[in-house]
């Protein structure tokens, strides 16, 4: 690791901005993605791409692109179909969580029920592959399936360990990089691949995505022990309740008596409420939120560390400023431990 970390700009603005135009654009391709489809379809397919997100995948695509190089159709292509692989993963991830809302709207599932919405999700993922397979040579249709893959792999892992009080950090963060950092990195990498960057260059930046994707779902899993439903504009509490051992609780388990443990894996077996008073009578709550910050922290000075390989300029620069966006987010988890 590099010893001078890339440093984080004192005064952020939020790191989409520089590429908020050539978003828009791409907003306007995931939307018109809708009429691809059957038109009996059409309308499913319209709702959840317009209710799924921030599109930070297509955005880290976009800023690759413009830190190796220029952004092209191709980069643009490339955040859409990342974005639909995301949005699959999302509709079936509400499913098999129960979630019923999602950026303030009713999920597909609460919306049309479990079975329609499993089916959503598979032809998106088809789409997606489908357009990837229109890019002249093949690396970047396999390196989008192999991602694809590793998303619905994780998926599948984390499901297999549900109520696992053994689980063991590495074996959480393994699950994590397949389910979430995976598009991350596949975003930032081929980012550069399109723009002829050199392997190591590739290398580098894949790093980042990979660094940045864990980092990003560890927030994700502090926010739903900590954060406040309206606020996220989705479902929260929902991890444990589905028996997902999260960084945090993880951490927890480490510091608990067997006593505590055995209290821990009945309440959740028996599908008891549970909140962070319950929590924090087990254990210390609090120290296994701020260890689990703490690493999401490291992580992301990793990847700037990441970084160093590219040119100073305005896209290296919001590169930077998304691990400093995410840093603050952590700082609130932290403030309402």
């Known amino acids: 690791m590099n010893s001078s970390p890339t440093v984080v700009p004192a005064t952020l603005v ?176 081929l980012g550069a691949y399109l723009n002829g960057c050199t392997p190591a260059v590739q290398e580098a930046l894949k790093n980042y995505g990979l660094r940045l994707g864990t980092a990003y779902q560890i927030y994700d899993d502090c926010l739903d022990l900590v954060g406040d439903e309206s606020a996220a504009g989705k479902t929260l509490r929902t991890d444990l309740a589905k028996g997902k051992l999260t960084l945090p609780v993880l951490y927890l388990l480490e510091q608990a008596t067997d006593l505590q443990k055995t209290k821990l894996n009945r309440m959740l077996l028996n599908g008891e409420p549970m909140d962070t008073t319950i929590l924090a009578s087990i254990a210390d709550y609090e120290g296994a939120v701020e260890r689990a910050i703490k690493f999401a922290k490291a992580m992301l000075n990793d990847a700037r560390n990441d970084l160093v390989c590219l040119a100073a300029g305005a896209h290296q620069t919001a590169l930077i400023e998304i691990t400093g966006y995410l840093d603050k987010l952590l700082d609130k988890c932290r403030a309402v431990v």
């Open 14 to 189: 939020f790191p989409f901005e520089l590429v908020r135009s050539e978003l828009e654009k791409v907003e306007a391709a995931i939307a018109a993605q809708a009429k691809e489809f059957e038109p009996a379809i059409e309308g499913y397919v319209a709702y959840v791409c317009k209710s799924s997100g921030k599109r930070i995948r297509p955005a880290l695509a976009l800023l690759t692109g413009g830190a190796t190089g220029q952004m092209t159709d191709d980069h643009r292509k490339l955040g859409v179909i990342l974005e639909l692989v995301h949005i699959a993963s999302l509709v079936h991830d509400d499913i098999m969580d129960g979630a019923d809302l999602r950026r303030n709207l009713p999920t597909a599932a609460a919306k049309w029920g479990n079975s329609l919405s499993v089916l959503l999700g598979d032809v998106l993922f088809a789409h997606a592959l489908e357009l990837s397979a229109s890019y002249d040579d093949n690396v970047v249709s396999r390196a989008i399936a192999r991602a694809s893959r590793d998303v619905c792999a994780g998926e599948i892992l984390q499901t297999q360990r549900r109520y696992d009080l053994n689980l063991s950090v590495p074996d959480y963060l393994k699950i994590i990089e397949m389910k979430t950092a995976a598009l991350f990195a596949a975003a930032t990498h």
